[in-house]
Nanobody, 128 residues
């Protein structure tokens, strides 16, 4: 089975940047999509962005929330073994545990309930 491990979280001040890494192992060639989600205390898991692999290219998708779109960028290597989430201009409301998740079948990439595999998460804290 696919295994995922996030890294790169930490404590930063508002306005700073972080790059999260999702390292995948196992049969990564089976992965259709990898998504990034976050969950703040007392809140539902929120979709941030996802990247899908086609026959010859990748496509990236983002949450339409203006507060996310434009500040976060998803990217990946061709081997589907590493997916990054670059975050800039971080705000206190970005504080959450960030998760990556993988889909091995075609499904709605914004819905966390359909993902097949999850990492353990990495904490991001933004505070002055």
């Amino acid at each position: 089975q696919v295994r995922l491990e996030e890294s790169g979280g930490g404590s930063v001040k508002p306005g700073m940047s972080l790059r999260l890494t999702c390292a995948a192992s196992g049969p990564t060639s089976h992965i259709y999509a990898v998504g990034w989600f976050r969950q703040a205390p007392g809140k539902d898991r929120q979709y941030i962005a996802a990247l899908t692999w086609g026959i010859s290219d990748t496509s990236s998708y983002y949450n339409d929330d203006d507060d996310v779109r434009g500040r976060f960028t998803i990217s990946a290597d061709n081997a589907r073994k590493t997916v990054w989430l670059q975050m800039k201009d971080l705000k206190p409301e970005d504080t959450a545990v960030y998760y990556c998740a993988a889909l091995v079948h075609f499904a709605l990439i914004t819905n966390p309930d359909v993902y097949d595999y999850w990492g353990q998460g990495t904490q991001v804290t933004v505070s002055s």
